[in-house]
């Protein structure tokens, strides 16, 4: 008997989980709007270097009765492609001979200067963003990126901090709070009055974000029975698919920055009031030395599930009775230098490592640079939102079909290739462009639901948690780099596209010598990993089991296609580090 059990008991998935489940899903609406923010927050509108201040575009236009854009030729030379006016430069005297039809001056001979007197930013896109705000163009442009990377890295921290306390103080207490924080701090970020205090505020954003994720999904999975983790979970994970839907409506509705920043945290004051309705986890208050309390919770969730009388039948030693093996369990501790203590143990986790840290490279490089598509930014956000309908879909057939090993590495693979074709494709033949982006976008988020299950099946029970924690660490750290390397096209346009694409090829190669888990018994030891995959046991592998597939599934949040796998509920809890 188990936990499992005592839940089948009090009502199974009844009443209470439904509303449980729903409640903790809805704040993954505005996940998406977290992760990818940066998209709209910091869009590049359409720029120039202002006019001197004693020329006005305006009224020079009507004196030399010339349209604003040619008249500007005057005072703005062409940039390298000669196709549009240059962002950084102007002449440093106005240039009126270009006016005449026929002229024939040497554009390139001619003096020019920085932008001295700032910008002027075109508004039919945007009205208002931190680029325009602060300036961050021509030698600033690097910051623009730097504010996902700084954002990224309160998620990373944010999921070892959050980790720790919500062992120490419950999953409850710490996710009514990481609420408050996003909502408190989100909406301070509006108010930022420089470049350092929004980043500031970001970083602390996505910590508390990262508070949310975590402690939301082990909440919902330690109330739901094993049996209906899968169907629950895949249901959830459309949550933030959907988000990325909402985020592209309401940047469009809004257009403001600091509007759309309010929006999209405002919410986290709702789930912070009706947060406090959350029963906590009975199973953590029993590993915790706090029964009575745990008890109490159940008996709740019995009444609500329509089963008062089991108030009478569950008693205190009923509820030690079905826990007696996760509280035993929860007297062993592992580190992630047991993951690469051995043989079998160091080659999964090397390779885990290379899949999660490039699936999520691939996937921001494509997510946070929607503009270069010469596509509406708006409409690019709700087709990528889309097409992870049907890249969930696909990333379950080859699953079930073609096993793990070759559905990892074949969404690798597939994606690398498609990023790389697009580097080819003219920046005129825009559909084509645009096609290829969702494609790509498609196969990366397939490699994130692939890789939760795979990784879950490869890592024996008594390490799955700290194993899970350790590599999915790689992935915050991917997304971290990510945006850095937009930078890199001020070299050589189609240089991001070959780092990206180079790294999926290379962890494709890797997600090669991973061991097949397809109809495979889950490993319990060590010693089973060992015994399977360095080919030293034979008989191993005739071990009664149950497919990962049954008791684990993929849901969005932290990361946009980064679900957290389910463990099964005799697994043991996580430090703040394993809480990854």
Not at 200 to 229: C, D, H, Q, Y
Request: net charge neutral.
């Amino acid at each position: 008997m188990g936990f499992a059990d005592l839940l089948e008991e009090v009502g199974g998935f009844g009443r209470y989980q439904w509303l449980h489940v729903t409640l903790i899903s809805f704040p993954g609406l505005m996940m998406a709007s977290q992760n990818l923010l940066n998209n709209f927050i910091s869009g590049m509108p359409a720029h120039h270097c202002s006019l001197p201040t004693n020329h006005s575009l305006h009224n020079l236009s009507l004196f030399y009765q010339v349209e604003e854009q040619q008249l500007l030729r005057v005072f703005i030379p062409p940039d390298s492609s000669g196709s549009r006016l240059d962002r950084c430069r102007r002449y440093v005297e106005p240039q009126w001979q270009l006016l005449a039809a026929n002229s024939s001056a040497n554009l390139s001979q001619l003096p020019t200067e920085g932008c001295l007197d700032g910008w002027t930013f075109d508004r039919s896109e945007f009205l208002s963003t931190t680029i325009s705000e602060w300036g961050l163009v021509c030698s600033l442009r690097p910051l623009k990126q730097m504010i996902q990377t700084i954002y990224m890295g309160g998620v990373l921290t944010g999921a070892i901090v959050f980790g720790g306390l919500s062992d120490r103080f419950g999953r409850r207490s710490v996710l009514i709070w990481s609420y408050l924080l996003l909502a408190v701090l989100g909406c301070s970020s509006a108010l930022s009055p420089s470049y350092s205090a929004y980043c500031i505020f970001r970083f602390l954003s996505g910590m508390a974000v990262s508070g949310i994720i975590l402690n939301g999904v082990s909440l919902k999975v330690e109330w739901i029975p094993t049996k209906s983790r899968t169907i629950v979970g895949t249901l959830t994970s459309f949550f933030f698919t959907f988000g990325q839907m909402i985020l592209a409506g309401l940047a469009y509705w809004l257009r403001d920055w600091r509007k759309l920043q309010v929006v999209v945290c405002a919410p986290q004051f709702l789930f912070f009031t009706y947060s406090w309705w959350y029963s906590e986890s009975a199973r953590w208050l029993v590993l915790n030395r706090r029964s009575e309390e745990a008890l109490k919770t159940l008996h709740r969730v019995a009444r609500i599930n329509g089963k008062p009388e089991m108030v009478n039948k569950l008693t205190m030693e009923v509820l030690h009775s079905h826990m007696s093996k996760e509280i035993e369990s929860s007297h062993s501790s592992f580190t992630a230098f047991d993951l690469l203590k051995t043989r079998g143990m160091r080659r999964i986790s090397i390779c885990l490592i290379a899949v999660w840290f490039s699936t999520s490279f691939a996937y921001y490089g494509l997510a946070m640079d929607l503009q270069k598509f010469g596509v509406s930014i708006y409409l690019m956000q709700i087709i990528f939102g889309a097409v992870d309908f049907p890249a969930k879909l696909f990333a379950l057939a080859t699953l079930s079909f073609l096993g793990r090993r070759v559905s990892q590495a074949g969404c690798l693979f597939l994606s690398a290739a498609i990023i790389f074709a697009n580097i080819f494709v003219p920046s005129d033949m825009q559909t084509v462009r645009t096609v290829l982006a969702c494609l790509g976008k498609a196969f990366t988020s397939a490699s994130f639901t692939t890789v939760y299950l795979y990784t879950g099946e490869l890592y024996p029970t008594i390490i799955r948690q700290t194993g899970m924690g350790f590599v999915s660490t790689f992935s915050r750290v991917g997304s971290m780099a990510a945006p850095a390397v937009l930078i890199l096209d001020e070299v050589l346009p189609a240089l991001p596209s070959l780092v990206y694409g180079g790294a999926a090829v290379l962890a494709g190669c890797f997600a090669c010598f991973l061991p097949e888990t397809l109809n495979m018994p889950l490993p319990d030891t060590i010693e089973d990993v060992e015994e399977k995959w360095s080919g030293r046991s034979s008989a191993s592998g005739q071990k009664e089991g149950v497919s990962l597939k049954k008791g684990m599934v993929c849901t969005d949040g932290l990361m946009p296609d980064e679900g957290v796998a389910l463990k099964e509920l005799k697994e043991t809890e996580g430090s703040g580090l394993n809480a990854l």
